[in-house]
């Protein structure tokens, strides 16, 4: 089966300045996301998210490497049919309403008629905005135009969503709702690549993550196992006296009452993962 995505040795070179000078914003990165996966992708400001994106959404060529979805090569205009991007920053026609909005993407997706009007509906009960759907977008709140801009990522049925920051300054309770829909979209099968700077947010709904920094993939993986602290172990029970801690896992087992239920690697935080793997660094490029 092909991947969802699959990004492979990216490099992107841009030309700076009238005096000929090139920046490399992305350096030999490989992602590949298999399908019905949610990808967090990870770094800070100019580290190389945003062209890596742009890259797979064929805005941009690269400069060396390639950039597939689902087998196809992402230049190719037939790729991004199955394709839902939200932006940072939608546009949107504020003297439009939400159905209105919906209504004029899915015509220029090809949809129109009886399957149009169905599909505005569904699409307006999945982001819970139903109630406002004729609503002027002028007078949505920005977690509201955050999720019809979600809603129009969806509007052709897409196999895959590429999501840019989509909470950026949006309050917690629109964030959680964000969240959720992301959670739902998982559970349709649909693939999610989303590149956001809230890490508690990519540790909530990703399956795996990428930590890009000065345009170099520097860490990559399931999440479960990059939050694992390798040097440490740990053990929880069930019931235990207070007296049983401090017994090896044998007695334990021997124990009429407690029982074992969890054995494994300590979990850290994806933000001190990734504070860590970003000064690491920086000291060796301070040093060099």
């Known amino acids: 089966m092909d991947a969802a995505v699959e990004i492979t ?42 062209t890596t994106m742009k890259a797979l959404l064929g805005l941009v060529a690269p400069t060396e490497g390639s950039c597939r979805i689902f087998g196809s090569d992402s230049l190719a205009v037939d790729s991004r049919e199955k394709v ?30 009886r399957q149009l009007d169905e599909r505005v509906t569904e699409l307006l009960d999945l982001v819970d905005l139903a109630g406002a759907r004729d609503r002027r977008l002028g007078g949505y709140s920005k977690g509201m135009l955050q999720r019809i801009g979600l809603a129009q990522a969806l509007v052709q049925d897409p196999q895959l969503v590429i999501l840019d920051e989509p909470t950026a300054g ?30 508690e947010q990519v540790q909530e709904v990703c399956d795996r993550v990428g930590i890009i920094f000065r345009g170099k993939m520097v860490r990559e993986g399931r999440l479960d196992e990059l939050l694992a602290i390798e040097d440490e172990t740990e053990i929880i029970l069930r019931d235990a006296d207070p007296a049983l801690v401090g017994r090896i896992a044998e007695l334990v087992a021997a124990d009429g009452r407690a029982s074992l239920t969890h054995t494994g690697k300590p979990r850290t935080t994806l933000e001190r993962l990734f504070l860590e793997e970003t000064r690491k660094r920086e000291e060796a490029r301070s040093s060099s």
């Open 84 to 113: 839902g991007f939200l932006p940072e920053n939608p546009y949107f026609y504020k003297h439009l309403s939400g159905a209105e909005t919906l209504r004029f993407y899915g015509k220029l997706c090809g949809l129109g008629g």
């Open 170 to 199: 949006v309050d917690p309770v629109g964030s959680r709702q964000i969240r959720d829909l992301i959670l739902e979209l998982r559970g349709r099968g649909i693939t999610v690549f989303l590149c956001s700077h809230l890490l």
């Open 9 to 50: 040795d990216l490099t992107k070179d841009f030309k700076t300045g009238i005096r000929g000078g090139w920046l490399r914003a992305v350096d030999r990165v490989s992602i590949r996301i298999e399908p019905g996966e949610v990808y967090g992708l990870i770094g800070p400001n100019g580290s190389g998210k945003s």
